[in-house]
């Protein structure tokens, strides 16, 4: 049996705080360690609390970080304790399924060797998005593309709204078996790696190469290195969990209620709603955008 451990790129408290409920409620995961990448002190101080009141949770800090995605990289080089299994978590998860942690192993177990990560079904993930469309009993009649920047999957805040609306009323109706899909194998395909799990040993093997600073962690871990092992990474099926938006959609999102609603599922309150500013050129470009691209698409569950 590995210790399995969450690693997270800490991260924005309106986020972290939902993300902690779910975390320090799964006791199969044993430590979760939180990469010091804030850019704001405030959400420093407030990972220390964190750690501060839990012995599972761990503040990991590195010289250089920036706050950026480009800081990240140097992260995952510690995770190559032998015998763990890492899952990686993007602080906006809002949702994670009961025994994530386990089913994640578990999973990841039967098929090692011969698959390089798993990830469970992502809600507001472009590919998972795909996967829905054509592999599950939902209707989604939308133009999903099989690509990780997919324009509506990826870009459009009203399609992103509506999918977490449907999701959060299967959630409150016990109808989440509507999102699951057959397990899937992906290759030579970027996928955004909202929450990827991974062996500590593949990691030590690997060393440097595992993600070498420079590249784009998600396009390097997920598709270069995969191809370069001949060992494709695995969608888990029938695990579905939630990431609230990417940066085209996270201003409008955060403009809606759906953050409170998943807090709602969770029993509690949000007190540290994020804050996403863009200057006035980026938030034209993506008003422009998801006004021409996110309009008026329907998405239904079968019944």
């Given at each position: ?36 990448n ?32 480009n800081?990240?990289?140097?992260f ?9 299994f ?68 990826w870009r ?54 595992f ?7 998600e ?33 409008a ?7 409170d ?19 006035k ?14 309009w ?5 569950i079968?019944?």
């Open positions: 049996m590995n210790r399995i451990v969450a690693v997270t790129p800490a991260g924005r408290r309106g986020y972290l705080e939902l993300l902690a409920h779910y975390v320090l409620l799964d006791e199969s995961i044993v430590e979760w360690h939180l990469w010091d804030c850019r704001h002190q405030s959400d420093r101080e407030y990972i220390h609390e964190l750690a501060d009141k839990n012995q599972k949770i761990k503040v990991i800090n590195l010289p250089k970080v920036d706050g950026t995605n800081s990240i990289n140097m995952y080089g510690l995770c190559n304790e032998p015998n763990t890492y899952i990686k978590m993007d602080d906006d998860l809002v949702y994670l399924p009961a025994g994530l942690g386990t089913g994640m192993y578990e999973a990841a177990v039967v098929d090692r060797g011969r698959y390089l990560w798993w990830s469970p079904l992502i809600i507001n993930n472009a590919i998972c998005t795909w996967l829905l469309k054509y592999f599950s009993s939902m209707k989604i009649a939308a133009e999903i593309t099989a690509q990780a920047t997919c324009r509506i999957g459009s805040p009203l399609f992103a709204q509506s999918l977490h609306r449907t999701f959060i009323s299967a959630l409150r109706t016990s109808s989440v078996q509507n999102f699951r899909v057959p397990n899937q194998t992906l290759s030579l395909s970027r996928f955004s790696i909202n929450c990827v799990g991974f062996f500590g040993n593949d990691v030590l093997a690997a060393g440097d190469n993600c070498p600073v420079g590249v784009d962690d396009e390097w871990i997920s598709a270069v290195l995969p191809a370069k092992l001949g060992r494709p990474g695995r969608i888990i099926g029938d695990y579905a969990a939630s990431h609230f938006s990417y940066y085209p959609q996270e201003s999102l955060l403009q809606t209620n759906i953050l609603e998943y807090y709602a599922i969770a029993g509690i309150q949000l007190t540290h709603r994020p804050v996403k500013k863009l200057t050129k980026m938030a034209f470009k993506f008003a422009v955008l998801n006004r021409l691209l996110g008026k698409i329907p998405l239904t079968s019944k």
